[in-house]
């Protein structure tokens, strides 16, 4: 494959393709940062890939309470998933057992999106009549009697339509230790991109796919070309130096932002440089049929 | 562009209906025309000439320079994206039945202000009258939306059938505060005397002085309400006090038990 070298590391002369998805967010408040983030963490379990989960969700970013509307620390969590309906379905499964469930929280909507969906609005019945609705400034908010107080949620959030999920890197490296440093420094620094998230596990994914399998049945398997175990036995795209490859996905609720995030990505891998990091960067696509954006890391370069 | 100013050449010596003057009903029409716009409410005809001096200007503005008791219905049926000032006192109706918009009187206000409004943002610097964003006889509910502050006292039955919506009050309240609210947010920074809250149905009275409730309000212990922290948020920009008061820990006394009962009266603990 054609290559660019930035600082020693190459970079494919290739591209990632994305897919358009439904995305939406909440601003998840508690009485203390813990209690914020626990309800975050746990809202935003088991949402890495939606082949297999409800939906892809994750962290965008902590808020100050100067930055919340009930002045309490807050988390933005992000979810995408295929279809508007999709969304709605994981995100109200989602806050009625992850967060109406965790002690001290509240959730609020965090962007006004394309349409609405209804979210304190399915689960105030909850309250068993009980339940209080009080209207600020246009929106509505459910107060949900619980055992710890009251849980706050506010009736409807907004979704995006056109999101785009599946923006992603390729890390390559030569051993498993410094392919992680300059994965993590590239997930570290998409998290400072605002609007987008990075599901699988600290941001990472190590099991990336091919479409396809020997065995009937399975739409994917292990992308053999990138497992460096079987660089000699496979038609590999592996160099001789590579030991280790590890990808990130990036979720984002705009084009230009998941675009962004390639670019804050790359740029922290190359920083690092081949040394210690990374050796080479790369891209995963389909040919480019199956998804309408492509991010070419030609365009994305510091 | 500056606003529209109407500046007032005489106390009137009438009541006024000053509903006509409302921007979108004066957007597009010439000074004069404007100046013909008949006010009065008794067999001797006022027009706006008669009594105010006009400046042109941007009639999505509108300035009053010097008010009087016996402006009525000034703002009524106010649309969102027009403003109207009052550099003095109005009279009976301010924006009633308003949908939006804002209106800000440097004095006091008459009776039933902001009744029937349903969404807009109305401050009265100083005192206001009886039946504060109450319905007018006939009417079932009070105001529907939108948020109310006054500086001042209020007279009797604030918030009376109140639907929706958000009163602040940093003076004190009269007799009977939140009497018959059916729902919606009444904050009072000051002292309150007769029934409170009676016979409200759903709404959330937030008192800063704490008094015998009566036996239909039932004690429900004090709590940090996140509901209290985000109108605490919202309300800082209007009124501080009130912004103050909600931060703090509350006592809920819910009731009025004697109908739904589904209200609270909340206090500091």
């Known amino acids: ?302 | 562009m500056k606003p529209l100013l109407f500046t007032l050449r005489h106390a009137p010596t009438q009541r006024l209906d000053l509903s006509p003057l409302t921007p979108d009903r004066l957007i597009g029409r010439a000074l004069k025309e404007t100046e013909a716009i008949e006010i009065g409410t008794t067999e001797v005809a006022i027009k706006v000439g008669d009594l105010f001096k006009l400046r042109s200007g941007d009639p999505r503005a509108l300035h009053f320079e010097g008010g009087s008791e016996h402006f009525d219905f000034l703002g009524q049926k106010l649309l969102p994206g027009f403003s109207i000032h009052v550099e003095g006192d109005v009279g009976f109706g301010l924006a009633r039945n308003a949908t939006g918009g804002r209106i800000t009187v440097a004095g006091d206000a008459g009776p039933f202000a902001a009744s029937g409004m349903s969404g807009g943002h109305v401050a009265i610097e100083g005192d206001a009258g009886d039946f504060l964003c109450g319905p007018l006889a006939g009417e079932i509910a009070g105001m529907s939306g939108g948020r109310v502050i006054v500086r001042g006292n209020v007279g009797a039955r604030a918030g009376d059938r109140l639907r929706r919506g958000v009163v602040v009050i940093e003076g004190d309240a009269g007799a009977d505060f939140g009497a018959r609210a059916i729902a919606g947010t009444i904050i009072l920074n000051g002292k309150a005397e007769g029934r409170i809250g009676y016979l409200n149905r759903r709404a959330s009275l937030v008192l800063a002085h704490s008094v015998d409730f009566g036996p239909t309000y039932v004690d429900c212990g004090a709590h940090n309400f996140a509901f209290a922290k985000l109108f605490a948020r919202a309300l800082a920009d209007d009124s501080r006090r009130a912004a103050r008061l909600l931060s703090q820990r509350l006592q809920r006394y819910a009731g009025d038990t004697a109908v739904y009962g589904k209200g609270e009266i909340l206090t500091p603990a």
Not at chain 1, 29 to 53: E, F, H
Not at chain 1, 108 to 131: A, N, Y
Not at chain 1, 162 to 171: D, E, P, Q, R, S
């Open chain 1, 1 to 302: 494959m054609p290559q660019l070298t930035r600082k020693g590391v190459r970079i494919d002369d290739s591209f990632a393709e994305a897919f358009p998805m439904a995305g939406t967010g909440l601003v998840i408040t508690a009485p203390n940062r813990k209690w914020a983030l626990t309800a975050a963490q746990v809202m935003t379990g088991y949402a890495t890939s939606v082949i297999g989960c409800d939906c892809e969700a994750g962290v965008d970013c902590e808020l100050s309470p100067k930055e919340t509307p009930d002045g309490r620390p807050g988390v933005r969590v992000l979810a995408f998933g295929f279809s508007p309906k999709a969304v709605e379905k994981a995100l109200v499964n989602r806050v009625g057992q992850c967060l109406l469930t965790c002690p001290g929280t509240a959730v609020f909507s965090t962007m006004e999106g394309d349409l609405k969906i209804k979210v304190g609005d399915s689960m105030r019945q909850f309250g068993d009549r009980w339940q209080i609705s009080k209207a600020l400034d246009g929106k509505r908010y459910w107060r949900v009697p619980v055992m710890d107080g009251e849980f706050l949620v506010e009736g409807q959030v907004g979704l995006v339509k056109k999101c785009v999920g599946g923006g992603n890197l390729l890390v390559m490296g030569e051993d498993w230790e410094s392919t992680m440093r300059a994965t993590e420094a590239a997930v570290a620094a998409i998290g400072e991109v605002a609007d987008a998230i990075t599901p699988f596990p600290g941001g990472i994914v190590r099991s990336g796919s091919k479409v396809g399998s020997k065995y009937k049945g399975m739409n994917a398997s292990t992308n053999d070309a990138y497992c460096p175990t079987l660089k000699g036995v496979t038609n590999s795209a592996l160099d001789p130096d590579i030991g280790c490859v590890l990808e990130i996905v990036i979720d984002g609720l705009t084009d230009a932002v998941v675009a962004d995030a390639m670019r804050a990505g790359i740029k922290a891998i190359v920083t690092i440089g081949p040394k210690e990091g990374a050796k080479r960067i790369g891209a995963g696509n389909y040919g480019g049929k199956l998804g309408p954006f492509h991010y070419h890391l030609k365009d994305l370069l510091p």
